[in-house]
């Protein structure tokens, strides 16, 4: 399980390897391969087992996604709002193992809970064996229609990147595949943690809020932006720790710049199109930095707004925990004057829509100086 890759199923490996060829590194694809064969008829089981047993998915409690462009306080919202007890979400053995969360991941929980890193890759958030989840890679073992594979398999990276995130050149009927995926996970999780409430993270879906709609008509969104500046040199750590610990491909081609602006403006494009009409207690927008400099405010007016119950009873909860990351180290970029020219050329109308400016101020920007990104809890 050393390659997140490790707990997909046979159609989805055997898809991706198709679009993009063999791995450039033979022993970590054997172990991948070795992997996904010799759970196989445990993965089976379970979903023959467990189906009878699941929700179905209209008895699945409308969900509440967080959505958001990565690095802007997705990640610091989903693990503060979770402290309540009221969530259930996606837990790290779930990320690993979606195929055989009642099965395999239960017996192999304390190996796989020792096996953890100690921070994600990308920055220096903790992970605990109760830490909530995004479900991308999760999703990634379950279908190809994700843009991890893009990380996994570079070698077809654009390809990868933008079926997993639009869809592009997909047909109805891998759309509508990648739905019932979506929605068996869904509904594993919601009876996994209880049949509590879903509270799901994930940016992948900032692009797919009328298609959620379209399965949970009662769902509720909290869609988090942040500075498009600082996300742009935070993105460029995202994709190049990413790239380097889990592509089992050369990268070297790969335009990390362009990728990060084109599927920023296609994102937010999106959200900003699909939002329209949606009543205040079903969607709220939260700027990241009202989250970083007054979080009890801002939980606040996320649940007022949305009409959550549990504010109340959960605040000491939430208390406890914003006091625990308090400290939390945040990383340091450089920004430079050559980041920032393609941030306000390319991204100017959500800088404009937004009011967002170039951090550093005007006197800053004259003199060239280098600036620093701190991402406090950012993801």
Known sequence: ???????????????????????????????????????????AAERILMESRLPAAEDVAPPVF???????GTTHLYNTMTQSGDWAYVPPVATGLPW?????????????????????FIDNIPVKPDSPQEDEIAVANMSDLSFYHGIYFPRAFREFVYRGL??????????????????YLMRKLSHYQGRKPLLIKNPTYTAR?????????????????????????????FWSKL????????????????????VYERMMRKIETESAGLPADRFIELRYSELDQNPMAALEEVYSTLNLPGFDLARPAFAAYLASVRSFKKNKFDYSDEAAEKVSRRLGYFLDKWGYARPGGEQGQARGELRHDEDAGAA
């Open 209 to 237: 809020l009328a298609m959620l709609l379209e399965m949970f008509p009662e769902a509720k969104f909290i869609h988090i932006h942040r500075n498009p500046y600082e996300v742009f040199v935070s993105m460029r750590n």
């Open 100 to 120: 055989d969360l009642f099965g395999l991941a239960k017996a192999f929980r304390p190996l796989l809970e020792r096996a953890l890193p100690e921070h994600r």
């Open 166 to 183: 639009f869809f592009d050149d997909c047909g109805p009927e891998e759309v509508e595949g990648w739905r019932r995926m979506f929605l």
């Open 243 to 262: 790239l380097k610990e889990f592509a089992l491909q050369d990268y070297a081609h790969v335009d990390i710049d362009e990728t990060i602006l084109d």
């Open 66 to 72: 967080i959505l958001g462009h990565w690095r802007s």
């Open 1 to 43: 399980m050393a390659h997140p890759l490790s707990g997909a199923n046979i159609g989805t490996l055997a898809a991706v390897v198709r679009r993009a060829g063999l791995p450039d590194k033979p022993l970590a694809g054997a172990g991948i391969a070795l992997s996904v064969l010799g759970r196989w008829p445990f993965s």
